[in-house]
């Protein structure tokens, strides 16, 4: 007598395999969303620090001070004079991320009105 269908076993092993490769997914799923936070983190990081850039190509004579900014990142924004130029100052812009995530460096030479 020949019975026709999946035994209880067949129909366990197949689940604990599909178990199995909604595991894998959920990591990768997990992984991308924390690499897209990360990258949106850096994102704003660099929007911060060009936009200090620029308020010093506006006024380079007065450097925005050490400033803490939304979401926890801190800038700082110093000049100096570059190699004996009056009319031409290096500026540097750091932006610290929140957390302790690291810190972009910003360098620009600026031209003096």
């Known amino acids: 007598m020949r019975r026709s269908g999946l ?7 197949a689940l604990v395999i599909l178990g ?3 595991v894998g997914f959920l990591a990768v ?3 991308s ?6 990258a949106e983190r850096w994102s ?6 060009e936009d200090a850039m620029e308020a010093v ?6 450097a925005p001070a050490r400033t803490p900014l939304a979401g926890g990142f801190r800038r700082s924004v110093e ?3 570059w190699e004996d130029e009056d009319s031409v100052r290096l500026v540097t812009v750091v932006v610290t991320l929140p957390d302790g995530g690291g810190h972009l460096t910003l360098q620009r030479l600026v ?3």
């Open 57 to 62: 190509k506006l006024e380079p004579r007065e």
């Open 44 to 49: 704003e990081a660099v929007a911060y620090a």
């Open 29 to 31: 799923f997990q992984g």
């Open 79 to 81: 000049t100096r004079g």
């Open 7 to 13: 035994t209880l076993l067949e129909t366990m092993v």
């Open 111 to 113: 031209m003096m009105r």
């Open 20 to 22: 199995l490769v909604a």
């Open 33 to 38: 969303a924390r690499l897209a936070r990360e």
